[in-house]
C-alpha cells in the first residue's frame, strides 16, 4: 500500500520535449531576406518564482512549432529583462 501512495505522484510530473536544433532565433535585420511562414503566440505555463522556466518552455514551445511548419528562424518580440511575460509572441521564416 504505501508503494503505491510513492509512485500516484509521478504521472503528474511533465516530461520536458526536445527543443529542435534546426530552428534558430535571430533578429528582424537578419531575416530581412527570408520567406515568412506563420506568426506564432504562445503562452509560459508557469509565472512567479519559476517564471524564467516558464519562459523557456514557451520559446521552447514555439521554436517546435516554428519547425513543425517547415521555418528554420524565428524571430522573438523583444522582452523587458525582469519584466513578467504572460504572452510570447514570435514570427517563423524560412530563410
Known amino acids: 500500500m504505501f508503494r503505491a501512495a510513492l509512485l ?5 510530473v511533465a516530461c ?6 534546426d530552428v ?3 533578429t528582424a535585420a537578419e ?4 520567406e515568412y511562414v506563420k506568426n506564432i503566440s504562445t503562452t509560459p505555463g ?6 524564467q522556466a ?13 519547425a513543425a511548419s517547415g521555418a ?3 524571430v ?6 525582469g519584466a513578467p511575460v504572460y504572452r510570447l509572441e514570435a514570427v517563423a521564416y524560412r530563410c
Open 8 to 12: 500516484l505522484p509521478l504521472p503528474l
Open 16 to 21: 520536458p520535449q526536445p527543443v529542435p536544433t
Open 24 to 26: 534558430r532565433s535571430a
Open 31 to 34: 531575416v530581412a531576406g527570408c
Open 46 to 51: 508557469v509565472f512567479g518564482p519559476l517564471a
Open 54 to 66: 516558464g519562459l523557456e518552455d514557451a520559446r521552447n514551445a514555439a521554436l517546435r512549432s516554428a
Open 72 to 74: 528554420n528562424t524565428v
Open 76 to 81: 522573438f518580440d523583444e522582452v523587458e529583462p
